[in-house]
């Protein structure tokens, strides 16, 4: 296997040519290569020109660009044209608006209700939000005006979310739950998510989870919505023509949630991806699979790895943030609190004690605005030492990370080996590497301590990779490196399991993802379509141990992972990237709307086989799972 990169273009595209491409069939050629000209790919197979520039790709993967479909960076993208640390793994497309949040459309005035959302939901400090965002938008398609007079080093492209929406035509006061909208609300709502969509926005998403609150602890916008306001949202959607529906629910009301679904799958051509966070998966699943097989664009989406939280003494919540003494040193600067922590006297003294609730119960009630009960009060201040003490599934973090760890790595079992408590564990780790070490919060279904359900999930023709939160959670998780340890884990390093093969791997976070959104011009390595392009050393791809930086506006912190492996990304045809180092182009642009080029502009056909034999497969697996009545109450995201 031989491999050249070279570039070939002449205005501000780099062509590239790349030689040896990973697993590419032999064919009779004395190498193989692609030869990118103006920002496309030119050509697949034998290369005889040179290009002005090469790189030699031998023995490494050549792949394209991720594209990674559920990320928040809607108010980075206002200070952040790298939006890192997506950029560090291999992204070249982001979509953002999931989940029903966004910043658009917005009334003068009601800015701050949005940030309160994005805050509560997503974990993004609302300082950060108000200083860096300008707000020289109010409807959807001004907001995608604004957004289009900047460069990025990656595509963008948005939804818009039912928060915003909702708030917009019925007014934040009314547009949190329990308040049914009218039936013109109702049709405003659906001609204005038409209009967004004709505007470019590449789809409208919601939010149906009760796990997503403001920051006073009340469900999103649309969370309890009724029926006829969602199916006039869906169809909303099918209006347009294009784009598709985004829904992150726990199906608590199956029947009602799956009616105007079904319908708008149904009587639509327009595309369906959701996060299923708890209900019966198996059902759910095999309707969306029964459905992509007849050429439905149905795309349900799994994270690659645990959703799990992250603590330690600068995260957002650590076991013992509830504690008197800790609460005493909690604001110090880490240089000065570590000092402290390593004092064996104070370490003593923490773990005498338990923890405090009373005072921050009192200090909530007294500051009330969601007119909560004391026992409701109660249960919220008491989830953060909730959440720090199911030991059988918190794990040391690792370098690499292992994001499958074994029973033996739990903190029980090494409290139960070493003979001292769990969270004297926990301390000593927590303090390692100046204080830096993590405890890792398995969240995801983690039966018999394997992804066993992300592997069934995976083995789907409909499921795509996705939930990486890119640019979210700044305080307790750092998924946005999914893409990486999908790649590294699945196809490598995997030990509890099956691996898969990387062409699969690599289709699920590239091909797939952008034909959910309609993105038919990238996402493959084909002659005509757009030169996104990863080369990886892939015996070296990992990612870091995750970080606490300060860089957001007015310092805050934010979780990053770096990676190791990228030997270059390119974008529309320039190298962004090599060796993990930006090197200043922004090729990147606004996506508005569907994406064809002159070799694809559907969704790729469903093979013969898929659609007779795999088909009736998945009618007889559902067929006799509604016969015995049972269900698999599977929860992609924990309780908690």
């Known amino acids: 296997m031989c491999g050249i990169f070279g570039y070939l273009g002449h205005q501000q595209a780099l062509p590239i040519l790349v030689e040896g491409l990973r697993r590419l069939e032999y064919r009779g050629y004395d190498?193989?290569?692609v030869a990118i000209d103006d920002g496309k790919i030119t050509s697949v197979g034998k290369i005889e020109s040179s290009g002005k520039e090469e790189f030699d790709a031998k023995g490494n993967l050549v792949t394209p660009g991720w594209v990674d479909i559920h990320t928040h960076y809607d108010g980075q993208v206002s200070w952040d044209p790298y939006l890192t640390p997506s950029s560090w793994h291999g992204v070249t497309t982001a979509v953002m608006g999931n989940c029903g949040v966004g910043f658009a459309p917005v009334r003068p005035g009601d800015e701050n209700f949005l940030i309160q959302l994005m805050e509560g939901v997503e974990d993004i400090p609302g300082s950060a939000l108000h200083e860096g965002i300008d707000w020289d938008w109010e409807t959807f398609p001004e907001f995608l005006d604004a957004i289009d007079k900047k460069e990025f080093v990656m595509d963008v492209g948005f939804m818009m979310g039912h928060g915003p929406l909702r708030s917009y035509v019925m007014g934040y006061e009314r547009c949190q739950n329990q308040v049914d909208a009218s039936d013109e609300e109702i049709s405003k709502m659906s001609e204005l998510v038409t209009e967004a969509i004709k505007a470019g926005a590449l789809g409208f998403s919601t939010s149906r989870t009760v796990l997503h609150r403001d920051i006073y602890g009340k469900y999103v916008p649309g969370t309890e919505a009724s029926s006829e306001e969602m199916r006039a949202l869906a169809f909303g959607v099918d209006k347009a023509g294009e784009g598709t529906l985004e829904i992150t629910s726990d199906w608590l009301d199956e029947e009602m949630e799956m009616s105007w679904m079904k319908e708008y799958v149904k009587k639509s051509d327009c595309g369906l991806t959701f996060l299923q966070t708890k209900g019966d998966a198996v059902k759910t699943i095999l309707f969306s699979e029964e459905h992509f097989?007849?050429?439905k664009n149905i795309r349900p989406q799994f994270p690659g790895r645990n959703v799990g939280l992250m603590f330690g003494w600068e995260t957002s919540v650590n076991p013992?943030?509830?504690f008197p003494a800790y609460k005493e040193i909690a604001d110090l600067p880490m240089d000065q609190k570590f000092k402290i922590l390593k004092d064996p006297l104070f370490k003593e003294?923490?773990?005498?004690?338990?923890?405090?609730?009373?005072?921050?119960?009192?200090?909530?009630?007294?500051?009330?605005?969601s007119n909560k009960t004391r026992e409701e009060i109660a249960q919220d201040v008491a989830l953060p030492t909730t959440i720090t003490s199911n030991y059988k599934t918190q794990f040391i973090l690792g370098t690499p990370p292992n994001y499958e760890p074994k029973e033996e790595d739990s903190i029980a079992a090494i409290a139960s080996r070493k003979d001292i408590s769990e969270l004297e564990v926990m301390y000593d780790e927590m303090l390692q590497n100046q204080g830096t070490n993590l405890i890792y919060a398995a969240f995801t279904p983690y039966e018999k301590y394997k992804l066993d359900f992300v592997e069934q999930a995976y083995r789907l023709k409909s499921s795509v990779a996705g939930g990486s939160d890119g640019g979210a959670h700044c305080g307790l998780i750092c998924d946005a490196s999914m893409p990486t340890t999908n790649i590294s884990h699945w196809g490598r390093d995997r030990e509890a399991g099956r691996k898969f093969p990387?062409?699969?791997?690599?289709?699920?976070?590239?091909?797939d993802t952008a034909e959910t959104f309609g993105l038919f011009d990238r996402g493959e390595i084909k002659s005509g379509m757009l030169a996104d392009i990863n080369i990886i050393d892939f015996d070296k791809l990992n990612v870091s141990h995750p970080t606490m930086i300060h860089d957001l506006p007015l310092g805050g912190r934010r979780l990053v992972q770096d990676a190791t492996g990228y030997i270059a990304t390119i974008k529309n045809g320039q190298v962004v990237s090599e060796n993990g180092k930006?090197?200043?182009?922004?090729?990147?642009?606004?996506?508005r709307g569907k994406q064809i080029c002159e070799v694809k502009t559907g969704i790729s056909e469903v093979s013969l086989f898929d659609k007779t034999i795999r088909l009736l497969a998945v009618k007889v697996l559902s067929f006799v799972w509604r016969l015995t009545g049972k269900s698999?109450?599977?929860t992609i995201v924990s309780e908690t």
């Open 502 to 511: 990387l062409e699969m791997l690599i289709k699920k976070q590239t091909k």
């Open 349 to 369: 003294k923490l773990l005498s004690q338990e923890p405090d609730f009373e005072s921050e119960i009192r200090a909530r009630l007294a500051d009330n605005p």
């Open 293 to 295: 097989l007849k050429g």
């Open 582 to 591: 930006a090197n200043g182009a922004l090729p990147g642009k606004l996506i």
């Open 632 to 634: 698999m109450k599977t």
């Open 320 to 322: 013992f943030m509830q």
């Open 31 to 33: 190498s193989t290569g």
